[in-house]
């Protein structure tokens, strides 16, 4: 009796067992994608030391360079096991990276006096700190980041005075000599002389700030004077305390989401492909939520249900299988060149043969993307819709309510919460989405963000950055081993980052509607 | 006890074969209903009186709330039922085609089986009817919303919260607040579908002699399994079997003296 209890029991349990263990390494799988990401992408923000490396080149020559350490154990494409170590220099596009064998090292000397430069131009350079000189004079180290915070101010006031007042003049002066006024009106000449004299101010303005230089060592032993105005900032890593260090690594983060992308996207930041990413999926969901929900409430509420009906549900269905890059070439043929190429033919023609709508835009990937994802919406909406007791609906009509009013004030707020599952699937789906977008509007590097202050603000025709094509760029087209790559991986922590923010928002929006609505929970 | 005084007060000396034109709230000429190839209801013919409470009685599956469906329209959203024959109410043929649905369901309340009030507060339930014919003001909401309530004595317990969610009150409670909803349009007619059926004897017992009271103003209509319930609250009562008509008479002579010998057999449970 009781063994065939015991029996009886396990019969039971194995399942629930074989199904808790399957959830457990689905659970591991997704904490170890989401853990690498988090490692990999956080190395990206954390400031390394950087070394003086002594090593025997290949010709067993010594030799010498300035760089961090990304990993004492990188594995090459040939299995071989490498040091690996990144090296910034002057003029050099991009960081480099060399492969050491072990064997090849002499010494590795953390020197306090090396320094990480940023420059302005977006290059970054690794080199000894000799000194800080005024025309040539000493000045005193410990005031560097004083007059570095000068200099930037002077940099920042004349380039304010670059594009506004002298900027100004120039367009008069243009004005005049498009107007034919004579070159010695008064107007005129007094606008050439206050040209000339502002010109002359930010020249000696310029040089005097040029007489600020930093005393630098390369790794090649040559000694090299950067004048302070083209350094955007500077790190003394080796300096820092733990503190320093974490301060550095939160001011990268903030770096990483909030400034450009510079040297092709392997460094600086990634704030357009963020603001892209984000405003895309924003534009998409305005523009399924309207037609899936419309299409969903023909179907369930007002289609008769005859096999044209289930057909048109059969095919709504499958078009959630449809491949995406289908999806894209769609949007690219249909919607870029026959619709945005009569667009432009009909509204745009002044600027024709440049195409405004003709070309790929964030609008049509927006909307191609809303094709994409309507299956989804559709399909939930149904559901939803279906989800509401008749006998609500009875109630509605028997109070004199017409079919629309019925649908107005009761079903449609009932099967909102059913609607905003959609909205989560279809944000969810859109946002990771990258095949499609690289035929309809998504670019490696966008001048323009396509929504800023200027008119009309929102700018539907602009081609736009976004995350995954990024990612997707970094992966494939990068050349540096580690750095490109590192950046790659904190791109994702932040797509997924967007994907589940967006989501929240979207689940408490959700459960907001669930509990205003609760009758769902089996009132009737 | 108070309950078979109105029993007595039943009788005013209606006599259904000779209604006058006035008293008669719905005339039921020939009424004939079919799902489909399924016919519900076979040639019924009736007058209901006004300000009196009729009740429909008979077994399970006989076409009472097919009938009851017909007096509002209802039925015309089920996609294969075809009515032949006229309804009368208010002297025009509501199966006219230009009849106005939506304004006869305002004169035709209904109350269905199980209480099905609108996720929202008391309140919009109550003035759910009135927004959609565009009523908006707010004095004569409030004021609609108060009577309704008085009206089936639910104002004193939920006037302090009209605008919680209308779930949150108990089954007898929405019911009452269903009726309410209704009479809230100030209809001509109420048609009840088993109210109580669902509800508790104590909420029956109220809403039973909230049914007494509306005929004063309403003419009510009411289909219920419960004989005693029958006996107890109307004044006529018609017997229902298979689709036809089989007896309709006063309620007092329909249960201690019935013609037929089906109603017999049913209202002694001596059917099936
Ligand atoms: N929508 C419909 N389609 C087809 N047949 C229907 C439909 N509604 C009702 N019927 C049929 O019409 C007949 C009468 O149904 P009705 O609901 O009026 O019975 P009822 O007397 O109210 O029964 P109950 O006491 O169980 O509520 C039944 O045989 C039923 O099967
Ligand atoms: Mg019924």
Redesign the pocket.
Known sequence: MFKRRFFARQKDGLPIVGGAALVAIILLLLCGMVGIMLVKGMQHFWPNPLYQVSYVDEQDQPQQMFATLLSRDFITTRGQKRWLFNQAKLYQFSDQQHLLRQEQIITLLALPDLIDVQLRSGNRLFARLNGLTFAGKAVDINRLPNVLQDVSVEVAAISAIEQGRLAAIHQLLAEYDRRGVEVDAPARVKLEDEFAALMAELKSRRSQMAQFELQLLFDSGQSYALPLWEVEKYQQINQQTAVQRFATFLSNIWEFVSDTPKRANSAGGVFPALFGTVVMVLLMTLIVTPLGVMAAIYLNEYAPENSLTSLIRIGVNNLAGVPSIVYGVFGLGFFVYQVGGNIDKLFFSEHLPAPTFGAPGIFWASLTMAMLTLPVVIVATEEGLRRVPNSLRQGSYALGATQFETLWRTVIPMASPGIMTGVILAIARGAGEVAPLLLVGAVKFAPTLPLDGEFPYLHLDRQFMHLGVLIYDGAFHSNSIGHGSSMMFASCLLLLLVVMTLNIIAVMVRSRLRRQYQAMAGHW | MHMFEYFDLSRQGLDLDSLSQEQVAIDVRDLTLT??N?R??HHINMQVPKRHVTA?I????????????CFNRLNDL?P??VVAGEVHINGRNIYHRKEEVALLRRQVGMVF?KPNPFPMSIYENLVYGLKIQGIKDRRTLDNAVEQSLRDVALWREVKDRLFESALTLSGGQQQRLVIARAIALQPEILLL??PTSALDPISTLTIEELITQLKEKYTVLI?T?NMQQAARVSDFTAF?HQ?HLIEYSDTDRLFTRPKEQQTEEYITGRYG
Do not use: R, Y
Not at chain 2, 60 to 69: A, I, M, V
């Open positions: 799902f489909g399924k519900a209801l429909l008979g077994p399970s599956g006989c076409g009472k709330s097919t009938l009851l469906s089920v294969n039922c089986q579908d088993e289909v399994h229902l689709g």
